[in-house]
Nanobody, 124 residues
């Protein structure tokens, strides 16, 4: 059974860093594009960053460019999101998602499989 499990969320001060991990089981990431999405209270889920099945292509929301970095380790079947210079507006539940394609646009409707999410709170 295909499963995605996120970890690494928590409470951090503005300007701080967190590294999110998404461990996949039941399938191999070699053939799946992966994405990180987030949803803040009262807002729609939005794309944060996505990465191609090979890891050679990435996409970032304008709001996180230069601060967040997505990567994947196909050998470990894990995707990461390194988040630096965090801001209060980054506060949200972060979700990992997968789609059985090489790549594609980084929007929630394009992704088929989802994790349960991990809370990220940026506050002093």
């Amino acid at each position: 059974q295909l499963q995605l499990v996120e970890s690494g969320g928590g409470l951090v001060q503005p300007g701080g860093s967190l590294r999110l991990s998404c461990a996949a089981s039941g399938f191999t990431l070699d053939y799946y594009a992966m994405g990180w999405f987030r949803q803040a209270p009262g807002k729609e889920r939005e794309g944060v960053s996505c990465i191609s099945s090979t890891g050679g292509g990435t996409d970032y929301a304008d709001s996180v460019k230069g601060r967040f970095t997505i990567s994947k380790d196909n050998a470990k079947n894990t995707v990461y999101l390194q988040m630096n210079s965090l801001k209060p507006e980054d506060t949200a539940v972060y979700y990992c998602a997968a789609r059985p394609r090489l790549f594609g646009i980084c929007v929630p409707d394009e992704y088929d499989y989802w994790g349960q999410g991990t809370q990220v709170t940026v506050s002093s």
